[in-house]
Nanobody, 125 residues
């Protein structure tokens, strides 16, 4: 399975961006999906995740209330709506997915076997 992210870019503090993840499979709604990010000099960190059923959604505390993860079934994509962006959100954002992901380990990097190449998000102050 290949994943391709889009939607990154440069935005000012307080602005919004919407990231999308495009899979090479037609049944993306059967995959758990997550977004992780990695800032320069830092480890990759969990941002948000949605389980295969869609009933379980998790967010990192740092983005809760500002970011929304969703799945667009007709378009077969996964999205991350990012509002009220701050400079600390600057990072490369990665889409991850797996059809065998555990719903109780959605925050775990190891839960996902498929990863995109990442898209850069830069928030200027």
């Amino acid at each position: 399975v290949q994943l391709v992210e889009s939607g990154g870019g440069l935005v000012q503090t307080g602005g919004s961006l919407r990231l999308s993840c495009y899979p090479s499979v037609r049944t993306f709604n059967t995959y758990a999906m997550a977004w992780f990010r990695q800032a320069p000099g830092k480890e990759r960190e969990f941002v948000a995740a949605i389980s295969r059923s869609g009933r379980n959604i998790r967010y990192a505390d740092s983005v809760k209330g500002r970011f929304t993860i969703s799945r667009d079934i007709p378009k077969n994509t996964g999205d991350l709506q990012m509002n009220s962006l701050i400079p600390e959100d600057t990072a490369v954002y990665f889409c991850a997915a797996d059809d065998g992901a555990r719903y109780d380990e959605l925050r775990a990097h190891s839960n996902y076997g498929y990863w995109g190449q990442g898209t850069q998000v830069t928030v200027s102050s």
